[in-house]
């Protein structure tokens, strides 16, 4: 299966920036959507950002403020945060979905990557 590194959380001020990585090994070549998820305190996971047949699908609450970018020579997608609220603090993972080469869909998560934005 598909393997998915992540990085990139910390500590940031609102209004900050902040960039998180996330690096797919495996059978990457069928990977046809990478995304993003949060999780915060006391709330169900949410989908913030996903990438797929070239169109990019962002949560209304980070319209404007995300990007969401899969660089396919390096099997990597970022997320892009900036102006940054208290309230996009939650653990973030990674997601990729794909099919297996006997067609069966499947998917792989990263191991999550912290971010706080508080003052």
């Known amino acids: 299966q598909v393997q998915l590194a992540e990085s990139g959380g910390g500590l940031v001020q609102p209004g900050g920036s902040l960039r998180l990585s996330c690096t797919a090994s495996?059978?990457?070549?069928?990977?046809?959507?990478m995304g993003w998820y949060r999780q915060a305190p006391g709330k169900e996971r949410e989908l913030v950002a996903s990438?797929?047949?070239?169109?990019?699908y962002y949560a209304d609450s980070v319209k404007g403020r995300f990007t969401i970018a899969w660089d396919n020579a390096k099997n990597t997608v970022y997320l892009q945060m900036n102006s940054l609220k208290p309230e996009d603090t939650a653990v973030y993972y990674c997601?990729?979905?794909?099919?297996?080469?006997?067609?069966?869909?499947?998917?792989?998560w990263g191991q999550g990557t912290q971010v706080t934005v508080s003052s």
């Open positions: 495996g059978i990457a070549s069928n990977i046809d959507e």
């Open positions: 990438f797929t047949r070239g169109i990019a």
């Open positions: 997601n990729a979905k794909y099919y297996r080469f006997s067609g069966v869909r499947a998917q792989s």
